[in-house]
């Protein structure tokens, strides 16, 4: 279940509760990070699950979730102000179906998450990581279609979108290497039209967005 809220307001200084006061955080604590773990303890429906691997500024998981009510849906994000931020926009929205965690995606994914869990998995504009030198440091690598195929369900898809080209090269070479797991399709325009935050100011500038989809075979 998602936690309880936090005490009460301060009676010296009485206010009207808001709806931050009413909802409880989204935030989950972790009791481990080295055993998977138990999802029925993230929701109180059991649902088909969607993953957002870097959820960044939650515009995307926000908007979606509230689309979805039939899903659940879990957010990873590495930095403590963002995902505050989208634990903010999730409360107001009373958005029951969502869960936050705060870890590095790629280790989530490989050594926390149950296999076959995941419908699917959203990776939108992440890190770049633009220097040669740092490339070993982006979340798709030669070894990340073996882990999403771990965490994936029957005929689960990865969603990816970036703005960086070279990145996006690599994606493709990546997926494409794996093609005995993977067959490449079509974003769904119902998807593409939850346009993010960061997407939005790309495109403004004139940068594209680049898409990939990928469903196990």
């Not at 908007?63 to 979805?68: D, F």
């Not at 495109?203 to 075979?217: M, V």
């Amino acid at each position: 279940m998602l936690n309880p809220p936090t005490g009460p307001t301060n009676p010296a200084n009485p206010r009207t509760p808001s709806i931050l006061d009413q909802c409880p955080t989204l935030i989950q604590p972790f009791t481990s990070i080295t055993e998977r773990l138990k999802l029925e303890n993230f929701f109180a429906n059991p649902q088909p699950l969607e993953i957002e691997l870097g959820a960044g500024d939650g515009s995307f998981m926000v908007r979606y979730a509230t689309q979805h009510p039939e899903r659940n849906f879990l957010a990873v994000e590495r930095l403590l102000g963002r995902l505050r931020k989208l634990d903010r926009k999730g409360r107001r929205a009373a958005l029951v179906n969502v869960g936050l965690l705060r870890i590095e995606a790629a280790y989530f994914v490989e050594y926390l998450l149950p296999a076959r869990c995941a419908q699917t998995l959203h990776i939108y504009f992440p890190d770049p990581w633009p220097k040669k030198k740092h490339r070993k440091h982006r979340l798709i690598n030669a070894r990340f279609p073996e882990i999403a195929r771990q965490a994936l369900a029957p005929g689960g898809v990865v969603y990816l979108r970036t703005d960086d080209a070279d990145y996006f090269e690599q994606v493709q070479e990546v997926f494409a290497a794996a093609a005995g797991h993977f067959a490449a399709i079509e974003t769904p325009a119902e998807l593409s039209a939850v346009v993010t935050d960061f997407e939005r100011e790309f495109n403004a500038q004139g940068i594209p967005t680049r898409r990939a989809a990928y469903q196990l075979k």
